[in-house]
């Protein structure tokens, strides 16, 4: 072998590089996620320094822009999430865990496109699974008549001509971490493999003006398997994600070149495929049962869409020298900050007991908006007191206890409203803002008046 073949030392969960191996990563501090990779130059030129580059012309920043005409997908939570439709000669990285749908939702994007315009070309290369399989899917979710082009391979090297010589609209690798490109020496899956082909993919993606979509799978850390390199090298990054036991399906933009980010579409994993919400907070209520102890509608925003979802605490007597804390769909670190403020400021006393907080419907919520409607549903759980079923709260939490104003209120309201609630919990500051007549308003501004609701 005449190429220089050295080894490197790749954190397979950031992609930094090492030339020794250790066992932790300095970069994102995981352990044992070094392996040793084949130095490789391909994928990436090489300078050749005789040859010198070429002088690069500067324009003004005003001008001609070209405008992007998007294409619709049909499926109008798709839209919304990618910014109003998918933008040609754009790359779209996909991640979910296993068995979450991504190959269900691709194929039935795939087959919407290919319909919907008879001239254009949608391919499906499926690295994953072989023709039938993608066949008896195809079946399953009605879409086996549509134009769909099928392949089952995982040569990057033969996808590449292969599309070189077509003309598609719309390109679906699944998945990326299944792709091989013969001239890296590293196993498909591997940080140097998934660069390059990803690398390749999307430089003809931008050449021939397709829409890319690649497939990606998520470790148990939550990062998109290997390289998060992958998400700097795409335009857009989706993340799809819910709870197996549940049916509720969420795509959401995390990172989007065209589009705002925070833009959820909300999906039903039905018997015959995803079916698009369209609304949300109806179904997300769907199953609360009234006069719990325990349980409270927290009014969300999910990028531009009001949201509402019920949030359950339980607190119990411990059994445990240290009481538990776990949360589902939450961040436990925020739990435990608003146990403290709770028993700092208001004099409750979490110390014999343990404490759960779930988010009904296998929904994640990182709004800090969300720290008033849990300390609601801890405080009603621990005076085992119902709320009123009919009230919506939200409001951030200080740690002086006091109730922060939160971003755009009156849309909260106006969801909760429709949806036939009449009671507000919110923070004091709301005052200025334009209320809403069909709901009363408690408006609070620190969290010791809670002890006196409850009282
Ligand atoms: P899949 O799209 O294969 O997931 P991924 O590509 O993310 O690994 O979806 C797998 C799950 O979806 C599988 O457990 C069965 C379920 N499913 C349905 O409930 N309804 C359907 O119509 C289809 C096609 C799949
Ligand atoms: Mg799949």
Redesign the pocket.
Same mark, same amino acid.
């Given at each position: 072998m005449g190429k220089k073949s050295s080894v490197q030392y790749v954190c397979q969960n950031c992609g930094m590089t090492y030339p020794k191996w250790q066992g932790k990563c300095d970069s994102c501090g995981e352990w044992n996620t070094l392996q040793e990779e084949k130095i490789e130059q391909s994928g990436f030129s090489v300078l050749n320094q005789k040859k010198k580059g070429g002088i690069i012309d500067f324009v003004p920043l005003t001008g001609s822009a070209q405008t992007y005409e998007r294409l619709k997908t049909g499926i109008k939570e798709i839209d919304r999430v990618s910014g109003g439709g998918l933008v040609p000669g754009s790359a779209i990285l996909v991640g979910? @865990?296993?068995?979450? #749908?991504?190959?269900? %939702?691709l194929l039935q994007i795939a087959a919407g496109l290919a319909s919907s315009k008879n001239d254009d070309e949608c391919f499906y290369i499926s690295g994953e699974e072989a023709i039938d399989k993608v066949r008896i $899917?195809a079946q $399953?979710?009605g879409v086996a008549e549509s134009p769909v082009k099928l392949a089952s391979t995982t040569e990057v090297k033969d996808i590449i001509a292969t599309l070189e010589k077509s003309n598609p609209t719309v390109v679906i690798i @699944?998945s990326i971490q299944t792709m091989y490109l013969e001239d890296v020496e590293s196993t498909p899956g591997s940080v140097s493999q998934v660069r390059a082909c990803a690398y390749e993919l999307i430089k003809l993606a931008k050449k021939k003006g397709f829409v890319l979509f690649l497939?990606g799978h998520v470790t148990k850390q939550g990062a998109i398997a290997g390289p998060r390199i992958l998400e700097h090298m795409v335009d857009t990054v989706l993340y799809?994600e819910g709870e197996r036991g549940h049916h509720f399906r969420i795509l959401r933009a995390v990172k989007n070149r065209y589009g705002a980010t925070d833009e959820i579409g909300v999906f039903e994993?039905?018997? $015959? #495929? %995803?079916v698009e919400v369209e609304n949300p907070s109806a179904l997300f209520l769907a199953e609360r049962q009234g006069n719990v102890s325990g349980s409270c509608v927290f009014a969300g925003i999910e990028g531009s869409r009001p949201l509402l979802v019920e949030i359950q605490a339980l607190v119990s007597p411990s059994g445990y020298s240290a009481p538990k804390r776990a949360v589902v769909g939450w961040d436990l670190g925020r739990l435990s900050m608003i146990l403290a403020v709770l028993e700092a400021r208001c004099g409750f006393n979490f110390s014999g007991q343990d404490v759960y907080l779930n988010i009904a419907g296998g929904l994640k919520i990182s709004e800090p908006a969300a720290d008033l409607a849990v300390a609601m549903a801890v405080i009603s759980s621990l005076s085992n007191k119902p709320l009123p079923s009919d009230m919506v709260i939200f409001g951030e939490i200080g740690l002086s206890g006091e109730i922060r104003a939160v971003t755009q209120p009156a849309l909260r309201l106006k969801e909760a409203a429709k949806l036939g609630f009449t009671n507000a919990i919110v923070p004091t500051s709301f005052g200025k803002e334009k209320k809403i007549t069909d709901l009363s308003y408690y408006e609070i501004g620190n969290v010791h008046r809670l002890i006196n609701w409850f009282n």
């Open positions: 979910g @865990d296993p068995g979450i #749908g991504k190959s269900t %939702l $899917r $399953r979710l @699944d497939v799809f994993m039905q018997d $015959r #495929g %995803l």
